[in-house]
């Protein structure tokens, strides 16, 4: 976890962050059960995809179990990444950027439909 911190660090200026966050929508026939669950506001059915990338865009997780209809925020508060998290189960990379300063966690970055969360994660 320390390298792939430094590299994003290195590459973005971003202490501590360990990937960007979002979502996609893959376009699937209409499913023949529940079909007004898959209707996204794309106008089609979907899947929804979240995604988390490292600091080269490589994927690091991606789920694609989600209905269309599904918001951000709820895939997110239902993924593995965030179970993960919230149980200390990713290794972390705590750091310090001055000397009697508190040690500041790693994050993901996502945009304003990803909600705003700490999470203390194990120190290694």
Known sequence: MTEKVGEFEAKFG???????????????????????????YKQCYSLRVPAVCDYKGSFIDVE????????????????????????SKLPSAF?????GSDKILNYLIGDPAYPLLSFCMKEY
Not at 16 to 38: A, K, Y
Not at 70 to 84: L, R, T
Not at 95 to 99: G, I
């Open 14 to 40: 971003l202490t501590q962050g360990v990937g960007c966050i979002d979502g996609t929508h893959i376009p699937i026939e209409c499913p023949s059960g529940n079909s007004q669950d898959f209707f996204c």
């Open 64 to 87: 694609y179990s989600w209905p269309g209809s599904v918001h951000d925020a709820k895939v997110f508060g239902n993924s593995s990444i965030h179970a993960k998290l919230r149980s």
């Open 95 to 99: 750091q310090t950027r001055f000397e």
